[in-house]
């Protein structure tokens, strides 16, 4: 890893257990071993980020480093998400990726208006995925400087 990114924590925000496995399993492919919290819910994810309920400790919720974001989640939608992260003094710099099965023009423009760092639409089959969260994890982890996450 090149920029130094590997005790950086990735938020993942994945309803999906199939897409969160696979994504475990893509990062294990990529021989990346920096921490992973995850979080189910849009409400879950912002009670995280935010430090309230569950996470008000601030060891409860140690600042992740990147956030994986998927857009369609029970309750608070990732895109309600990302708009409280890009609105967040502190939360702000922290870069989002919108990971989802989405391509709809609607919600590509949304994101990025919102503050969205990068887009992917998840592949279909497993071999696509993995590729895709590979490359995510070479880019984003192993050649992008990130803003320090601490807690």
Same mark, same amino acid.
């Given at each position: 890893m090149m920029a130094g990114n590997e005790t950086q =924590?990735?938020?993942?925000?994945e309803d999906n257990d199939d897409? #969160? #496995?696979?994504?475990?399993?893509a990062f294990k492919k990529a021989n990346l071993a920096n921490p992973v919290r995850r979080c189910t819910n849009g409400d879950q994810?912002?009670?995280?980020? =935010?430090?309230?309920? *569950?996470f008000s400790a601030a060891d409860a919720a140690p600042r992740p480093g990147?956030? =994986?974001?998927d857009l369609n989640l029970p309750g608070t939608d990732g895109r309600s998400v990302l708009h409280a992260i890009k609105k967040t003094p502190?939360?702000?710099?922290?870069?989002?990726?919108?990971?989802t099965t989405s391509n709809a023009e609607q919600d590509i423009e949304q994101c990025y208006a919102a503050g969205a760092n990068s887009y992917v639409q998840k592949p279909?089959? #497993? *071999?696509? #995925?993995?590729r895709a969260i590979s490359r995510l994890s070479e880019f984003w982890l192993g050649i992008s400087i990130l803003p320090k996450g601490g807690i």
């Open positions: =924590l990735i938020l993942i925000v897409d #969160f #496995f696979a994504t475990m399993r994810a912002l009670d995280y980020l =935010l430090r309230r309920g *569950e990147i956030v =994986l974001l502190d939360l702000q710099k922290i870069p989002v990726i919108v990971l279909v089959d #497993f *071999e696509g #995925f993995i």
